[in-house]
Structures are given as structure tokens and as C-alpha cells.
């Protein structure tokens, strides 16, 4: 029996979700279930992508240093801002996302959903009053993001034990990826190649896809009673003095029989190269600098100080800015927003420019372009009494003491 209330709610559009239907000859059915084909033959799903070590180490990259980085809620003040230890949500963000799950464990958790399934989902559970309590993890595999048609705000369907549940955005912790979609699924090409080139490189080197030598005889004739035989003795001496790699005996041929070992063509050998060039694509892929997959051919000492920090403006930043928002419109209520706020602490990051930033913050001090409590509220240190003063510290001078009054005589 449908309720009142809830017939009123279809009508003003609430609980209507826009769903798109899709039929089994819709390539789009493939996607839902993991099966797209690549050209290239491979089969790249989320878990056999993380088989290919870039592939694992840009999830891993970028997954744990959104973990590892710490968060913490502030709430403004006249001057600067303070840390809101006060506030229910510090404790979430900060040690502990449920009585089970670290902070870190949590975030990094719903970054590799981002990476592997277009997007990290979180249910929150909150006390009475509505404050904020415990966040809970859902799989992506069994949560849906629909739309109402007529407010446009989203709609998170979860399927549990009892059945399929709508919760409101405001219930949901939502980290998604660029464009709603796994880097994976958009560079399933990229990684098949990868994958396959991995394998080519198993077969050639583990089952013997290329014969390490070879002998042969020009004269031989094939089904001749003495070549069998020759052959048969050939091989046995060759197994005799390669066989169990101690042997230091020389192997001897005869008859004409001559022995030539096979070296990797021009062709053959620039599929090495081929690999190389692959982890660029997944670094590309990824947003990561190949340096931090582990390709240095042309890293240096200068360049890598440089790549780390566009690694962490061009690649972290954004998945740092995805989390704070995703805190803020999950953690606060309305009027909590004008003043409460969740910021990462990214000093550690930048620690590798630790001169650079105490040489620029000097030149903005002394040029009085910043006060100190502002140099120190960008490196979330508390102010202080005497900080919000725009004087260079380096020119300004101690007034010298008036000079005594003559004796009299």
C-alpha cells in the first residue's frame, strides 16, 4: 500500500530518479559488466590491471599519500583559525573513521575505489541529534548515483540485505574520479599493451619461446640413419655440458656440425623500448611523472625535485580537493559551513622545498606583502600577539635612548 506522503513525494518529483536503460546489444551492457574488449585482444578489469607494476604503483601512489596526509577540521576566527577539536567531525577525519578503520586506512580504501571503480562511497551514520558518528564504506559494485528530475541533485541507491535504499547526498560520502569513470576504463588500450607485451616477455625468457642456440649441418640429410644418430649424440654432449651449469668441458662437434647462438633481432630487442614507453602512458594515464613509476631515464637530481612538486599540484591536489569537499558537504550542516571547514596538512609534502618556501615567505614578509600570522596561518601554525603588523623585520631598528640630561654645576 503506497502512503499519501509518498504519492505527494512522486508528484512534487522527490524519491524520481532519472535511469537510463540499457540493452544487452548496448555496448555500454560490456562496460557494466567488465567484459570490454581491447583491440589489442587483451582483457583489462580493475583487478587484472593492478597485475601490471605502474598500473599498481600509480594506485598505490596516489591512493596512500591521500591517506597518509593528515585532515584536520578549523573553524574561523576574527584572526586566522583555530583547530575545531570540539566538533564531532575532528575525530572522523582526523584518528579514526569508524571504531575499525584508521582515518588513513579509510581514505586510502576509498581513493583505490576511485582509481579502480569511477568512484569511493561512504555511508554516514549519525547520532540523534544528527551530528555526525561513524563513516562506513560501501562497495561500489552495489551503489548507484541517479538523479532526481526536478531538484538535479543526486541520489545514491544502495543495495543491502533489505533491500535497494535511496539516501540523499547529504548521507553519502562521494570521492569520484575525473569524469565519474576509472583511469582504467579509459586507458584500457594503453594497459592491454602492457599486459601483453609483459607476457610476451614471460614466454620468451620462462617456457623458451626462442631457442637459446642452435646447430645445424648443411650437409646433413634428413631421415639418414647416421644423422639421426649424430643429432642424438649432439644433443647428448650439449645437455652433458650446459645441462647442469658446472661442467667445464668444451663441447665438441663433428662432421661438419656447427654451433651458433641466437641473439635477439633489432626488432625483438626494441620491444624493451616498447615497455618503456608504456609506463609514460600510464604515468600519463595516471597524472603521475614517470620518476615516480620508476622510469629514470631522464631523471636527474634537478628535474625530479620539480616533478615531485607537479606531482603534487597536477596529480595530488585535485584528489586532496575532491576529499575536502566530499567532508564538507557530508560532515557539516548548512549554517555549520560559514565556519567549519576540513583542510589536508600538506607540509610534509612540501618539505622537499622546504627552502624555497622559507626563502618566499621571507621576501613577502619583508616587502610587507604578508604579515607573519598569515605566513604562519599558511603553514597552519597558530599566531601570534605581535604578528599582524605589515614591517620588514629586517630594516626595522631599536629607537635609540635619549641622551642624559647635562650635570648641572
Not at 57 to 80: F, M
Not at 266 to 295: K, W
Not at 314 to 335: G, V
Request: glycine letters at 8%; aromatic letters at 8%; proline letters at 6%.
Amino acid at each position: 500500500m503506497v502512503s499519501p506522503l509518498r504519492g505527494l513525494a512522486k508528484k512534487l518529483g522527490f524519491g524520481s530518479q532519472e535511469q537510463k536503460s540499457i540493452t544487452l546489444t548496448d555496448p555500454l551492457a560490456l562496460e557494466l559488466f567488465g567484459v570490454v574488449p581491447t583491440i589489442s585482444g587483451a582483457n583489462v578489469t580493475s583487478l587484472s590491471a593492478l597485475r601490471v607494476p605502474a598500473v599498481l604503483q600509480a594506485v598505490r601512489l596516489i591512493a596512500e599519500n591521500c591517506g597518509s596526509t593528515p585532515v584536520k577540521v578549523y573553524r574561523d576566527l576574527e584572526s586566522g583559525k583555530e583547530a575545531a577539536k570540539d566538533h564531532a567531525a575532528y575525530r572522523i577525519v582526523h584518528r579514526a573513521a569508524n571504531e575499525w578503520t584508521s582515518a588513513t586506512e579509510f581514505r586510502t580504501l576509498l581513493t583505490v575505489d576511485a582509481l579502480m571503480h569511477g568512484g569511493g562511497f561512504a555511508r554516514v551514520v549519525r547520532y540523534g541529534d544528527g551530528r555526525p558518528f561513524e563513516l562506513h564504506r560501501l562497495e561500489p559494485g552495489k551503489t548507484t548515483v541517479l538523479t532526481n528530475t526536478v531538484t538535479g541533485e543526486p541520489v545514491y541507491r544502495v543495495s543491502e540485505d533489505r533491500g535497494q535504499v535511496d539516501y540523499s547526498f547529504s548521507d553519502i560520502l562521494h570521492i569520484p574520479a575525473f569524469g565519474g569513470t576509472s583511469p582504467i576504463s579509459f586507458g584500457k588500450e594503453a594497459i592491454g599493451i602492457a599486459m601483453i607485451l609483459e607476457q610476451h616477455m614471460a614466454r620468451l625468457f620462462g617456457s623458451g619461446a626462442m631457442p637459446k642456440a642452435m646447430i645445424w649441418n648443411e650437409k646433413a640429410i634428413p631421415g639418414n640413419e647416421n644423422g639421426e644418430k649424430a643429432i642424438s649424440n649432439i644433443r647428448k654432449g650439449f645437455r652433458a655440458a650446459f645441462g647442469s651449469g658446472s661442467n667445464t668441458d668444451p663441447l665438441i662437434l663433428e662432421n661438419g656440425w656447427r654451433y651458433e647462438q641466437i641473439a635477439l633481432s633489432s626488432t625483438d630487442a626494441q620491444f624493451l623500448e616498447h615497455r618503456l614507453e608504456q609506463i609514460n602512458e600510464i604515468a600519463r594515464l595516471f597524472g603521475v611523472p614517470p620518476h615516480m613509476l620508476y622510469q629514470l631515464d631522464r631523471a636527474t637530481w634537478a628535474n625530479a625535485e620539480e616533478m615531485s612538486r607537479s606531482f603534487l599540484q597536477l596529480c595530488l591536489r585535485p584528489w586532496l580537493d575532491r576529499w575536502q569537499d566530499a567532508y564538507n558537504r557530508a560532515l557539516f550542516t548548512e549554517d555549520e559551513r560559514e565556519s567549519h571547514y576540513c583542510e589536508f596538512v600538506i607540509d610534509d609534502l612540501q618539505r622537499a622545498d622546504s627552502a624555497g618556501r622559507a626563502e618566499i615567505f621571507s621576501k613577502l614578509i619583508s616587502s610587507r606583502v604578508l604579515t607573519p600570522n598569515e605566513a604562519r596561518g599558511t603553514m597552519n601554525l597558530a599566531p601570534l600577539p605581535s604578528g599582524d603588523e605589515l614591517a620588514n623585520p629586517f630594516t626595522t631598528t631599536t629607537p635609540a635612548a635619549p641622551a642624559a640630561p647635562p650635570a648641572k654645576e
